[in-house]
């Protein structure tokens, strides 16, 4: 038996790492003013620990979308799948060589490219999505900022967020 409803549950689920880093905050704070010597130094890295923390939370939480989209995605050893209704497939993280988001498609759908192969198509909010922020992430040169400005503005086009190797002359950029 829960004594929280299910929508308060959902609600403090969605920011736990940054409630989590609220913690870490004050608890590095409290040690660093109330103490000496190694635990107020402890204390301090905690209030480092504990903003760092806040600030990957905050993206995070910005990339969440929701549940219920159709399909699954699982992301093993930097292989992505996509088990989807009509359609699926797989890329190796290390093998991507654009990343766009299609705000024409209902949902919205990441296309991830890999060289040979049709491009990946995933719902933003297909089960188990928010591994994908992982890997987006770790790829070289993303700009996590303007990927979650995207995925929060609506649009009639698809958006390239990452490339690996340009595809355009150097002069021209990307939004």
Same mark, same amino acid.
């Given at each position: 038996?829960?004594?929280?409803?299910?929508?308060?549950?959902?609600?403090?689920?969605?920011?736990?790492?940054?409630?989590?880093?609220?913690?870490?905050?004050?608890?590095?704070?409290?040690?660093?003013?109330?103490?000496?010597?190694?635990?107020?130094?402890?204390?301090?890295?905690?209030?480092?620990?504990?903003? $760092?923390?806040? =600030?990957?939370?905050? @993206?995070?939480?910005? +990339?969440?979308?929701? %549940? /219920? #989209?159709?399909? $699954?995605?699982? =992301?093993?050893?930097? @292989?992505?799948?996509? +088990?989807?209704?009509? %359609? /699926? #497939?797989?890329?190796?993280?290390?093998?991507?060589?654009?990343?766009?988001?299609?705000?024409?498609?209902?949902?919205?759908?990441?296309?991830?490219?890999?060289?040979?192969?049709?491009?990946?198509?995933?719902?933003?909010?297909?089960?188990?999505?928010?591994?994908?922020?992982?890997?987006?992430?770790?790829?070289?040169?993303?700009?996590?900022?303007?990927?979650?400005?995207?995925?929060?503005?609506?649009?009639?086009?698809?958006?390239?967020?990452?490339?690996?190797?340009?595809?355009?002359?150097?002069?021209?950029?990307?939004?």
């Amino acid at each position: 038996m829960s004594f929280i409803r299910p929508e308060a549950r959902d609600a403090l689920w969605q920011w736990r790492e940054v409630l989590a880093a609220a913690l870490m905050f004050l608890l590095g704070l409290k040690w660093a003013f109330s103490s000496a010597g190694f635990t107020a130094i402890s204390g301090w890295a905690l209030v480092a620990t504990g903003l $760092v923390t806040a =600030v990957i939370g905050a @993206q995070r939480m910005r +990339f969440r979308r929701g %549940t /219920g #989209g159709p399909g $699954v995605v699982q =992301v093993d050893e930097g @292989q992505i799948a996509y +088990f989807g209704p009509l %359609t /699926g #497939g797989a890329v190796a993280a290390s093998e991507l060589e654009r990343l766009a988001l299609d705000h024409t498609s209902k949902p919205p759908h990441w296309l991830l490219e890999q060289p040979g192969q049709p491009p990946l198509a995933i719902p933003v909010n297909a089960e188990g999505y928010e591994a994908l922020f992982d890997v987006f992430a770790a790829l070289p040169g993303l700009k996590t900022e303007r990927m979650l400005a995207e995925l929060r503005r609506r649009g009639p086009h698809q958006v390239v967020i990452w490339e690996r190797a340009a595809s355009r002359p150097e002069h021209q950029r990307l939004h």
